[in-house]
């Protein structure tokens, strides 16, 4: 008899080291996970980036860097959005 797991990614394993064994967050953790984000010299750098791929002017290294900035802020959302179910906080959508 076999067993599926889903398989591991950054995320799921992050959220494990963060949490307990289930990925689940404390309290505590899920509040500091919420207010961390990019500096502003890393969003100017992303900005600088972006701009410049769209020119296709990047360097190999640049665009590694940009994929690594594009992979980090991937995790965070996750990681924010797994600590907002912890606290029971729903996201306010813009109504139009």
Same mark, same amino acid.
């Given at each position: 008899?076999?067993?599926?797991? @889903? *398989? %591991?990614?950054?995320?799921? /394993? =992050?959220?494990?080291?963060?949490? &307990?064994?289930?990925?689940?967050? @404390? *309290? %505590?953790?899920?509040?500091? /996970? =919420?207010?961390?984000?990019?500096? &502003?010299?890393?969003?100017?750098?992303?900005?600088?980036?972006?701009?410049?791929?769209?020119?296709?002017?990047?360097?190999?290294?640049?665009?590694?860097?940009?994929?690594?900035?594009?992979?980090?802020?991937?995790?965070?959302?996750?990681?924010?959005?797994?600590?907002?179910?912890?606290?029971?906080?729903?996201?306010?959508?813009?109504?139009?």
């Amino acid at each position: 008899m076999s067993t599926t797991t @889903s *398989p %591991e990614n950054e995320v799921t /394993i =992050l959220a494990r080291v963060l949490g &307990d064994e289930r990925g689940e967050l @404390s *309290p %505590e953790i899920a509040r500091h /996970i =919420l207010g961390v984000g990019f500096s &502003d010299r890393d969003k100017a750098r992303m900005n600088d980036l972006a701009t410049r791929n769209q020119e296709g002017a990047l360097s190999t290294a640049e665009q590694e860097e940009m994929a690594a900035f594009s992979k980090a802020g991937t995790m965070l959302s996750i990681l924010k959005s797994k600590a907002r179910r912890a606290l029971g906080v729903k996201l306010e959508l813009p109504t139009y």
